[in-house]
């Protein structure tokens, strides 16, 4: 008897659009879940059972188009296919639901209260955060999860711990690339925020030099070590 599988009747995500062709109208968009990429990326060198998409089409229905947040995370996934890298989320390829997704509110409404948030509930993504740095009399930073198959929002503060994560998200002033302002971290269970790239280079730089001054003191020569 052969084997069917109805999903190979499906298109791939090489035969979809990667996007919806909609480009985004606030820089904060594509900085903000990259950032949160690259943090990732440096707290989990080793696994390569996750993957974090910006601004990259979710397909949930061969016959309409893809949701595209400004990011979400999935685990239990591939991290990488190929060298290629993914063009999009495919849910009957994946077979994995994301776990987080995120929204950046700019100043052009796009349904981030409404809409997307029903959206996203019904794909059943467990976590949806939305941040709104135009907002002064609200949180700024509000994190839903789904429970009984709506989203309730999760306590008013920085960090919120996502357990199913393993890490807490949350927002403070800090620079990336160069730029000072407020911005969305990843927390470990201390409550410590991840250091960013630079922030690591720049670490490790300091920790040479007082390793360097230490030798010097000691009467040792550190470039004659190298």
């Known amino acids: 008897m052969l084997n069917y599988d109805p999903l190979a009747c499906l298109p791939s995500s090489e035969e979809l659009p990667d996007s919806d062709d909609t480009p985004v ?24 059972d996750w993957f974090f998409g910006v601004d990259m089409g979710i397909y949930y229905d061969p016959d309409l188009p893809p949701i595209v947040p ?6 239990g996934v591939e991290r990488f ?5 993914r063009p999009s989320y495919v849910l009957w390829e994946e077979r994995r639901v994301p776990i987080l ?32 740095p135009f907002r002064r009399r609200k949180p700024r930073l509000e994190v839903y999860k789904l429970i009984d198959g709506g989203y309730t929002a ?7 711990w996502l357990p199913e994560i393993g890490l807490g998200i949350g927002m403070e002033r800090g620079t990336y690339l160069g730029i000072p302002r407020e911005w969305l971290y990843w927390y470990d269970p201390q409550g ?30 550190p470039d004659s070590l190298t």
């Open 25 to 48: 109208d606030n820089e904060l968009q594509d900085l903000i879940p990259g950032l949160l990429k690259a943090l990732l990326a440096m707290a989990w060198p080793e696994r390569m």
């Open 70 to 75: 400004d990011g979400f995370l999935s685990l």
């Open 81 to 85: 296919y190929d060298e290629n890298l």
């Open 101 to 132: 997704a995120l929204e950046v509110v700019s100043q052009n409404y796009r349904g981030e209260y409404s809409t997307k948030k029903a959206e996203y509930a019904k794909l059943g993504i467990l976590y949806y955060v939305v941040y709104n």
């Open 154 to 160: 999760l306590e008013d503060g920085s960090p919120v």
């Open 192 to 221: 410590q925020r991840l250091l960013t790239p630079q922030e690591q280079a720049q670490q490790a730089e300091r920790r040479a030099q007082l390793f360097a001054e230490r030798l010097r003191s000691l009467g040792v020569d």
